[in-house]
């Protein structure tokens, strides 16, 4: 591998990210709390400004964990995030003129070309939901009419002088926290202000509400989706180009670590076996529980984008059902079966396999190799090519 690839993958891009955002965030508060160290730069950046960039540079670190994310998963979305906030990040370090945020600005500049470099990487498109709009618009509304409100009633209010103020007290109101250093005037002259504020409150909070389970009905379903076995339409997203693995037998596990060995394989596997579905999810594998031989279980799991499919349970009549479904929906597709009864090797490659192999039958050629004195590989490079032959013969009769 090229030492460009090396050090400049898309993990990389990923990892400076995150890093941008922690020094960010630590930069910023650092310069709140007022322990920077002045740097060459600070004689000409007034204090204001410095204590500004401080905090402005904390939500821009949180806001660059948000675009981290959003590379991690791909999103182009992610990227044109991130290409705007490092300019950002190292802007607000020189401001901040502390020896503190020096290692902020280098990261940042470091950080430039990684992205550049991996521009093409990230491709997915994201398209919010009409649920998110939803609960987004109703979140924006909510909080501009409390903000407008109480600034257009002011005269109702105790501590209300700005547009600023009037934000202060709507999201404080809508928190629920309340610490009453803003408050509504009292006597009858204020009732309209009272009755505006529990409007404010009850909408307010309602929105919250709503994002909050748009954010987290997708976690939830996700770690349900684990429990049972199944694949989030996240991961079902991002299969392109894989492997899948149909049904589950004694060589699904041998299987699925050698497809982990080959580094950038993706793969996914379908089974109608629930326990052993919940393990395999419990170790991360992408997996599907449902029926191999369907078509809509094939259909999720993007049978049409995947570069060759693995059969290989203890079943050969279901294997053939699934070859079957497997050429039916992707006629172009590879694929690899594994039979039980050496005598199904015809009835499996009529079903539409590419190639069909006897785990048994290898085995015991291998063992009867190894016995008398041959080494293991070229036993295995040798029964690879009598297995072959055996097919092709069995084809002929």
């Known amino acids: 591998m090229e030492l460009t690839r090396d050090w400049v993958t898309v993990r990389a891009s990923i990892l400076l990210t995150f890093a941008v955002a922690v020094l960010s965030i630590l930069a910023g ?33 949180f806001a660059m964990f948000g675009s981290g994310f959003a590379l991690r998963n791909g999103y182009r979305v992610g990227w044109y995030s991130t290409a705007v906030l490092l300019p950002l990040t190292a802007l607000q370090g020189l401001m901040q003129a502390s020896v503190l945020s020096f290692p902020l600005v280098a990261l940042s500049v470091v950080s430039m070309p990684a992205l550049m470099y991996n521009r093409r990487r990230f491709d997915r498109h994201f398209s919010p939901s009409p649920t998110q709009l939803a609960a987004g618009a109703a979140l924006v509304t909510a909080i501009s009419y409390g903000t407008v409100g109480t600034y257009a009633l002011s005269d109702q209010f105790e501590g209300v002088e700005t547009i600023v103020d009037a934000f202060y007290f709507t999201v404080v109101t809508a928190s629920t926290v309340g610490y009453g250093d803003v408050h509504p005037a009292s006597g009858p002259a204020s009732d309209i202000a009272q009755l505006f504020v529990l409007s404010s409150l009850v909408m307010n909070v309602a929105a919250f509400a709503v994002a909050l389970g748009v954010l987290l009905t997708p976690a939830i379903e996700a770690q349900l989706s684990k429990a049972l076995g199944k694949m989030t339409d996240k ?145 295995t490079t040798d029964l690879l090519g009598d297995a072959i032959d055996d097919v092709e013969e069995l084809d002929d009769d």
């Open 235 to 379: 991961q079902i997203d991002l299969l392109d180009n894989h492997v899948l693995v149909l049904g589950y037998g004694d060589l699904t596990e041998p299987i699925l670590e050698e497809l982990d060995a080959r580094d950038g394989t993706e793969y996914a596997v379908v089974t109608t076996h629930q326990t052993a579905a919940q393990r395999l999810a419990d170790h991360d594998v992408p997996v599907l529980t449902g029926d191999p031989s369907d078509v809509e279980p094939l259909e999720r799991v993007n049978l049409e984008g995947a570069r060759a499919v693995v059969v290989a349970t203890e079943d050969d009549a279901r294997d053939a059902l699934a070859i079957l479904t497997a050429r039916q929906l992707n006629p172009d597709v590879r694929i690899v079966a594994a039979v039980t009864q050496r005598e199904n090797i015809n009835k499996l490659r009529r079903a539409g396999a590419d190639q069909v192999i006897s785990p048994t039958t290898l085995g015991g050629h291998i063992l009867i190799d190894c016995a008398f004195g041959a080494d293991s590989a070229d036993a």
């Open 29 to 61: 508060l650092a310069q709140i709390g007022g322990l920077g160290v002045d740097g060459p730069l600070s004689p000409h950046v007034p204090e204001v400004v410095r204590q500004t960039v401080g905090f402005t540079g904390t939500i821009t670190g």
